[in-house]
C-alpha cells in the first residue's frame, strides 16, 4: 500500500502545475495612502501639509529617508519594490512614533519628537512576503457585523489598521444565509477598498462542513454519494468568482471538524476547484485541521489529505489557542503536541504553497470569553514565527475571533512580529506602548510556568456541551470535569491546592500602565481565586455549612468580577454598534456576541451552579445549540 500510495502521489505531481506557485502581490494606490495620511494627521491634530509622501527609486532594499530639507513640510521618500511600497512608507510612520495598536486607537507623536528623526533612514524587512488575519466570522464579532452585516466603517478601520501595520492579507469566513446577496453586497466594496491598499483579499467556505453555517459547495446528498458533485463544484465556484473579487479561496474537508468525507472523491475536489480557480486567476488553499481523529488506512490522517493534491493547492496547517508548534505538551483535540503537524508543514513547504494559520483568540469557554488574558499568546507567536521563518514558510494567516477583552494586544504583536527588526521580541508592542518590561516580564513568566506548563488552563477555562458530551472525538481541551471532581475530593482537594500555590505566586499588576490591560489581568488572576473556591468547595460534603461558605466566597469573586466587568465595557466597548457583550440576531450560529459570556461570567456562574445544585448535566446552563451549530440553515 505504500508503495501504491507513493505511485499515485508521483503521478499527481507529474500532471500538476508548477511545484509551489505563489500568487502576485497587489499594489497599493498612491491616492489611497495619501488619503489615508491625511486622515492620521488629522487625529494627530497636525497640518495635512506637514508629513508628504515622495515615491523614489532605490538600487536594493525597502527604505523610506526622512528629508526635513523643505521648511514647513517633512518629506517621506519612499524607495520600495511595487508590491511593498506602501508597508515601507507605513512603517516609517511607526518609526517616527505613529502607533496603531487596534483600528479605533491611534498613538501620535509631536511635531518635535518627529523632527528629531529629520535625515534618517528606516529600512522594511518583512519576515514573511504574505502577512495577514483571517477574520473568523463563524464567531458572532466586530468582524460580522462589518464585513457581513453591512456596517461599512468597522470594515474600512480594520482593513487601515492592517494596512498600517504592514499587513497585506485580509479574509473572512462566507455563511450559508437565506439572502446571502446581502453579505455580497456587503464584502464587495470593502474588498476594493482592501485592493486600493494593496491587500490581497480571502473568503473561507467548504466542500461539505455542516457546522456553524459555513457556506459550502455541496449538498449533504452530494458530499454524502459524490453523485453530481464535481459538476456542483464547477457551477458554485463560477458563481462565487462572479459575485465576490476575491484572490484567493480556503476549503474545509470533511462534514465537520471531526468528521470526513471519501477521501478520493475529496482529491478529486481539491484538485477541480484548484484548476477551476487558477484559471480565474485565483488561488486555493485547504485548511488543516489539528483533529486527530479522522484516520484511514490507505491515507492516514484525513487532514494531511492535500499532501496528494496537485501542488497548486496551497495549505494552511492550523495550530490553536495559546500553544505553539515546538511546545511539549498541547493537549488539545486528543493531542499531545503538534509534532506531526510541524513535520508535514515542513514537508510540504517543498512542494506547495504553505501559510502557517495560528490563532490569537480562542472562542467557546476557553480565553476571550471567559475572560483570561492569556500572555502565552505573545510568547507562542514569537516562537513559532521564528520556527517557519527557518523552515521557509512565506506566510502567516493570523486566525482571531475579535479584537476586544484585550485581544488586540496579540493581533498587534502578532502583525508586529512580521518586521524583521522585532525578530524574538515578544514583548514588542508592550515596548512600544511604553510599559515597564520588567513588570510585564514576570507576568509572562508566571503565566507560561503555571498556566501552560503546568496545566492550570485546564481549571481556569471552562467546558462546553462538547467537551462534556464528546459525541465525535475527543474533548476540545483535556481536563478533569467538575463531574468527576465532584465524585472524588481527594483529586478536588490536589488542584485546589496547585491553584493556591499559583495564587501565592501572582505578581503585582498595580504597575501596569494601560487602565484596560491592567483590568483584564486583575480579571483573569480573580478567575484563579474563584477556581480554587470550587474545588475547596468540592473537598466537603454535599449539604455541609462548609461547602457553603466556599461557594459563597466563589459568588463573591464573581460579583467582584462582575463589577470589574462593568467597568470595562463601559470604557473600553469600541465596538458598541456590534453588540458584542450584548445577546442579538446575527447570520452565525450564536444569538449573542463573542463577549457576552464574558460581560456576564457565565461559565464563572454555571461551574456555581454546577456544584451548589449537584447538577452536572451537559445541556445544564448549556448556551450552545448542539443541533443549530451543527446543523443549521
Given at each position: ?328 505538551y498541547t493537549p488539545m483535540y486528543g493531542r499531545k503536541n503538534f509534532k506531526d503537524l510541524h513535520h508535514f508543514m515542513k514537508e510540504e ?104 506548563k503546568k496545566q492550570l488552563i485546564s481549571m481556569i477555562s471552562s467546558t462546553n456541551l462538547f467537551d462534556e458530551l464528546p459525541l465525535i ?161
Amino acid at each position: 500500500m505504500a508503495l501504491l500510495l507513493l505511485f499515485t502521489s508521483f503521478l499527481i505531481q507529474a500532471n500538476a502545475s508548477p511545484v509551489n506557485p505563489q500568487i502576485p502581490l497587489r499594489e497599493a494606490s498612491l491616492n489611497t495612502v495619501k488619503e489615508d495620511l491625511r486622515l492620521i494627521l488629522r487625529e494627530a491634530h497636525l497640518s495635512s501639509n506637514f508629513l508628504k509622501i515622495y515615491q523614489t527609486k532605490v538600487s536594493k532594499g525597502n527604505k523610506v529617508i526622512i528629508d526635513c530639507s523643505q521648511e514647513n513640510e517633512i518629506r517621506l521618500m519612499v524607495g520600495a519594490t511595487q508590491n511593498e511600497w506602501s508597508s515601507t512608507f507605513y512603517k516609517g510612520l511607526r518609526y517616527l512614533g505613529f502607533l496603531f495598536p487596534h483600528p479605533r486607537i491611534q498613538v501620535s507623536p509631536t511635531e518635535n519628537q518627529i523632527r528629531s528623526h529629520c535625515g534618517e533612514t528606516v529600512v522594511w524587512k518583512p519576515r514573511f512576503s504574505y502577512r495577514g488575519f483571517h477574520m473568523h466570522t463563524q464567531h458572532p464579532s466586530e468582524w460580522v457585523h462589518g464585513f457581513l452585516m453591512g456596517d461599512q466603517k468597522i470594515g474600512m478601520d480594520m482593513i487601515r489598521w492592517s494596512a498600517r501595520n504592514g499587513q497585506n492579507l485580509i479574509q473572512v469566513v462566507l455563511l450559508r444565509q437565506p439572502k446571502f446577496e446581502k453579505i455580497i453586497s456587503s464584502l464587495r466594496p470593502l474588498f476594493n477598498f482592501a485592493h486600493q491598499f494593496g491587500i490581497y483579499t480571502g473568503v473561507s467556505g467548504s466542500f461539505a462542513l455542516q457546522q456553524q453555517r459555513s457556506l459550502r459547495l455541496l449538498t449533504p446528498f452530494q458530499s454524502l454519494t459524490g453523485i453530481g458533485a464535481e459538476k456542483q463544484i464547477f457551477l458554485q465556484l463560477q458563481n462565487w468568482i462572479k459575485q465576490i473579487d476575491f484572490d484567493f479561496l480556503t476549503l474545509e474537508i470533511g462534514t465537520s471538524e471531526l468528521t470526513s468525507t471519501n477521501e478520493e472523491r475529496t482529491l478529486k475536489w481539491m484538485n477541480l476547484a484548484a484548476k477551476k480557480l487558477s484559471r480565474a486567476g485565483r488561488q486555493l488553499w485547504i485548511k488543516v485541521h489539528v483533529s486527530s481523529n479522522q484516520r484511514s488506512k490507505n491515507y492516514g490522517n484525513f487532514n494531511f489529505l492535500p499532501q496528494y493534491a496537485d501542488s497548486e493547492v496551497g495549505i494552511l496547517p492550523h495550530t490553536v489557542m495559546f500553544y505553539g508548534l515546538n511546545d511539549l505538551y498541547t493537549p488539545m483535540y486528543g493531542r499531545k503536541n503538534f509534532k506531526d503537524l510541524h513535520h508535514f508543514m515542513k514537508e510540504e513547504v517543498k512542494k506547495r504553497p504553505t501559510w502557517y494559520f495560528p490563532e490569537t483568540s480562542y472562542f467557546i469557554a476557553m480565553d476571550i470569553d471567559v475572560p483570561l488574558f492569556l500572555t502565552d499568546y505573545l510568547k507562542s507567536r514569537s516562537d513559532d514565527f521564528d520556527q517557519i521563518e527557518s523552515d521557509g514558510v512565506k506566510g502567516v494567516l493570523t486566525f482571531t475571533t475579535g479584537q476586544e477583552l484585550g485581544y488586540w494586544l496579540f493581533d498587534w504583536t502578532t502583525a508586529l512580529l512580521i518586521d524583521s527588526d522585532y525578530k524574538k521580541d515578544e514583548k514588542i508592542a508592550l515596548k512600544l506602548l511604553g510599559e515597564d518590561l520588567k513588570v510585564w516580564g514576570k507576568i509572562l513568566e508566571f503565566q507560561s510556568k503555571f498556566f501552560k506548563k503546568k496545566q492550570l488552563i485546564s481549571m481556569i477555562s471552562s467546558t462546553n456541551l462538547f467537551d462534556e458530551l464528546p459525541l465525535i472525538g475527543s474533548p476540545i481541551h483535556e481536563r478533569r470535569l467538575l463531574k468527576e471532581l465532584s465524585k472524588n475530593p481527594i483529586l478536588a482537594g490536589v488542584q485546589a491546592a496547585q491553584l493556591e500555590v499559583a495564587l501565592d505566586a501572582l505578581p503585582k499588576t498595580k504597575e501596569i500602565k494601560n487602565l484596560e490591560l491592567r483590568a483584564l489581568m486583575n480579571m483573569t488572576f480573580l478567575r484563579l481565586s474563584h477556581s480554587y473556591f470550587l474545588r475547596k468547595a468540592l473537598t466537603y460534603g454535599k449539604h455541609t455549612q462548609k461547602r457553603a461558605f466556599l461557594l459563597n466566597k466563589a459568588k463573591q469573586k464573581r460579583m467582584k468580577g462582575l463589577r470589574l466587568m462593568s467597568k470595562i465595557i463601559s470604557r473600553f466597548n469600541r465596538y458598541p454598534e456590534a453588540y458584542v457583550f450584548e445577546e442579538h440576531k446575527n447570520p452565525t450560529s450564536y444569538a449573542w456576541g463573542y463577549g457576552w459570556p464574558a460581560a456576564t461570567l457565565h461559565y464563572w456562574k454555571r461551574e456555581e451552579e454546577m456544584i451548589r445544585r449537584n447538577i452536572y448535566r451537559p445541556t445544564f446552563m448549556n448556551i450552545f445549540e448542539a443541533l443549530p451549530f451543527l446543523f443549521s440553515y
